[in-house]
């Protein structure tokens, strides 16, 4: 089945960790997408890639980084610079990436809590 | 810039009564409009979607209007069940950037 998977399911930070959350996608999707969800937030980008090798800063960028060598996989890494990592960290892809009337398809998330 | 604002939650409905959840908007351009509906513990589906003035989106008995004069989007179903409480977003999208989300409202259904 085609689809975005998200690994772990959870997971757990100690102070002044770096981890790294894994989406991988087998849709052939060229842009993918991080959003970070907290209680009464709703969704906020992280980052986002509309082509391999290349990704733009969403609107909560400081304290995380990414990479996109691969066209399926684009991991998120929350470094120890970001202070207030718990949330609920949801992954997308859409075909394009540029048009405004595409779908987006998600992952079922990583719940990230601090130790 | 663009946003997208949502009536606040949670919404508590008994079985087989109507629904809606308020949504408008600000942007510039002629943005496209979703909402997506989240299950505990899940990631997010496409609800349903409108791309221009009076499209009219619909999916599993919700209906959502693109009012441009408006600047709204309010999603509306006759009859809700228990399987429909889920957390609800608004959305929109302009060409070339990332999709914008309202802040979600919980709905909730008893029978």
């Known amino acids: 089945d085609g689809g975005i998977t998200q690994s772990p399911k959870y997971l757990f930070r100690k102070e002044g960790q770096n981890v790294t959350l894994s989406c991988e996608q087998n849709?052939?999707?060229?842009?993918m997408y991080w959003y970070r969800q907290d209680p009464g937030q709703g969704l906020r980008l992280i980052y986002y890639s509309q082509i391999v090798n290349d990704f733009q800063k969403g609107d909560i960028a400081e304290g995380y980084s990414v990479s996109r060598e691969k066209k399926e996989s684009f991991p998120l890494t929350v470094t120890s610079a970001q202070k207030n990592p718990t949330a609920f960290y949801l992954c997308?892809?859409?075909?394009?990436?540029?048009?405004?009337?595409?779908?987006?398809?998600f992952g079922s998330g990583t719940q990230l809590s601090v130790l | 810039g663009d946003s997208v604002t949502q009536m606040e939650g949670p919404v508590t409905l008994s079985e087989e009564a109507f629904l809606t959840i308020n949504c408008t908007y600000t942007a510039t351009g002629y943005p496209s409009l979703f909402w997506y509906v989240q299950y505990p513990g899940e990631g997010l589906q496409l609800l349903l979607k409108a791309t221009k003035a009076d499209d009219k989106g619909s999916n599993k008995g919700f209906e959502a209007t693109y009012r441009k004069e408006t600047t709204s989007f309010h999603l509306e179903k006759g009859s809700v069940q228990v399987s429909d409480s889920a957390v609800y977003f608004c959305a929109l999208n302009q060409a070339g950037t990332a999709l914008i989300f309202g802040k979600g409202t919980t709905l909730s259904v008893s029978s």
């Open positions: 997308a892809s859409s075909l394009l990436g540029g048009a405004t009337n595409e779908k987006l398809f």
């Open positions: 849709l052939n999707h060229d842009a």
